[in-house]
Nanobody, 120 residues
Framework: QVQLVESGGGLVQAGGSLRLSCAASGRTLSTLSSYTMAWFRQAPGKEREFVAADRRGGLGSTYAETVKGRFTISRDNAKYTVYLQMNLLKPEDTAVYYC??????????WGQGTQVTVSS
């Protein structure tokens, strides 16, 4: 099973920055480049929503309109780690952020989440 562990969450003021990390491991883990890696978030009282994804095979990244231009997803395949750099944070970015690994024909894998709180 693939295991994902997020870290880097915390409390920041509006306009600040934070970098989240997601480390992948597990007996069934293939090379990280074979997975599309993504970040989702879930705010209180809301459904989980897509934030950003870095597609498998170096096909590029995509972002939700709400974070485009402020957040950047990246990965280090050698370290089996994906990152989410968050700049110009807003109170509405407050949520639990989840890392996900996806590959066609297989179940998705999810991390436990890390809390990001942005104060006004």
């Amino acid at each position: 099973q693939v295991q994902l562990v997020e870290s880097g969450g915390g409390l920041v003021q509006a306009g600040g920055s934070l970098r989240l990390s997601c480390a992948a491991s597990g007996r069934t883990l293939s090379t990280l480049s074979s997975y599309t890696m993504a970040w989702f978030r879930q705010a209180p009282g809301k459904e989980r929503e897509f934030v950003a994804a870095d597609r498998r095979g170096g096909l590029g990244s995509t972002y939700a309109e709400t974070v485009k231009g402020r957040f950047t997803i990246s990965r280090d395949n050698a370290k089996y780690t994906v990152y989410l750099q968050m700049n110009l944070l807003k109170p509405e970015d407050t949520a639990v952020y989840y890392c996900a690994a996806m590959v066609a024909g297989q179940d998705d894998y999810w991390g436990q989440g890390t809390q990001v709180t942005v104060s006004s």
